[in-house]
Nanobody, 125 residues
Framework: VQLQAYGGGLVQAGDSLRLSCAASGRTFDMRTVGWFRQAPGHEREFVTAIRWRGGQTVYADSAKDRFTISRDVAKNTVYLQLNSLKPEDTAVYYC???????????????????WGQGTQVTVSS
């Protein structure tokens, strides 16, 4: 599976962005798609994830009420809507997927085999 993340940019606090993660290749191997982010000097952290077939979602506490994950199965694309952005949301955002990951492990980056290249989100105050 190949993933391509895009849609990042430079915005002001309070603005919105929609990130996209387009999948190609063995897309039938996708079981869960997750979004992670990594700020300079910090570890990669879980943001949200969605089950590819059933659509179940889960969010990190930092993403609840502001971020929304969704998918378009026909387009093999997962979206991350970022609302009410804050300067602390500044990071490179990555999407990832795996064919075998279990729901209880979706917050762990090491459990994902396939990663997109990341897209930079910068929020100015």
């Amino acid at each position: 599976v190949q993933l391509q993340a895009y849609g990042g940019g430079l915005v002001q606090a309070g603005d919105s962005l929609r990130l996209s993660c387009a999948a190609s290749g063995r897309t039938f191997d996708m079981r869960t798609v997750g979004w992670f982010r990594q700020a300079p000097g910090h570890e990669r952290e879980f943001v949200t994830a969605i089950r590819w077939r059933g659509g179940q979602t889960v969010y990190a506490d930092s993403a609840k009420d502001r971020f929304t994950i969704s998918r378009d199965v026909a387009k093999n694309t997962v979206y991350l809507q970022l609302n009410s952005l804050k300067p602390e949301d500044t990071a490179v955002y990555y999407c990832a997927t795996d064919a075998h990951i279990i729901w209880g492990r979706i917050r762990f980056p090491s459990d994902y085999d396939y990663w997109g290249q990341g897209t930079q989100v910068t929020v100015s105050s």
